[in-house]
Nanobody, 116 residues
Framework: QVHLVESGGGLVQPGGSLRLSCHASGVVFRFVTMNWYRQAPGKERELVASINAADGTTNYTESVKGRFTISRDNVRRIVSLQLNSLKPDDTAVYSC?????????WGQGTQVTVSS
C-alpha cells in the first residue's frame, strides 16, 4: 500500500518561506512522478508543481513560478517543495500525490497559512 506523509506546514508572514516534505513508502519511488497540490477554502484543488521520475523535469503553475521549487531525493524517497516569497493567496492545505498502478494516492495534507 502506498503511503504518503507530509510535514513542514505552518504559519508564516507574507514574504516568508517554508519547506514542505513528503515521504513515500510502498512505491518504487524513483519510477513515479510526484506532485504537490493545494486547496484553499472555497476553491478547487490546484496542481502546484510536479517533478518527473525519468529526468527530474519540473513543472509549476503560473502563480508560483520563480517562488516555489520542487525537488526529490530518490534515496530517501522524499519530495520537497520550497516555498519562498509567500503571499496570503498561497494559504491552503498542501498535499503530495502520485499515481501508481493506475491509482491516485494522497497524503493527509499540511496547512500553510500566510498572514501578518
Amino acid at each position: 500500500q502506498v503511503h504518503l506523509v507530509e510535514s513542514g506546514g505552518g504559519l508564516v508572514q507574507p514574504g516568508g518561506s517554508l519547506r514542505l516534505s513528503c515521504h513515500a513508502s510502498g512505491v518504487v519511488f524513483r519510477f513515479v512522478t510526484m506532485n504537490w497540490y493545494r486547496q484553499a477554502p472555497g476553491k478547487e484543488r490546484e496542481l502546484v508543481a510536479s517533478i518527473n521520475a525519468a529526468d527530474g523535469t519540473t513543472n509549476y503553475t503560473e502563480s508560483v513560478k520563480g517562488r516555489f521549487t520542487i525537488s526529490r531525493d530518490n534515496v530517501r524517497r522524499i519530495v520537497s517543495l520550497q516555498l519562498n516569497s509567500l503571499k496570503p493567496d498561497d494559504t491552503a492545505v498542501y498535499s503530495c500525490n502520485t499515481r501508481y498502478s493506475g491509482r491516485n494516492f494522497w497524503g493527509q495534507g499540511t496547512q500553510v497559512t500566510v498572514s501578518s
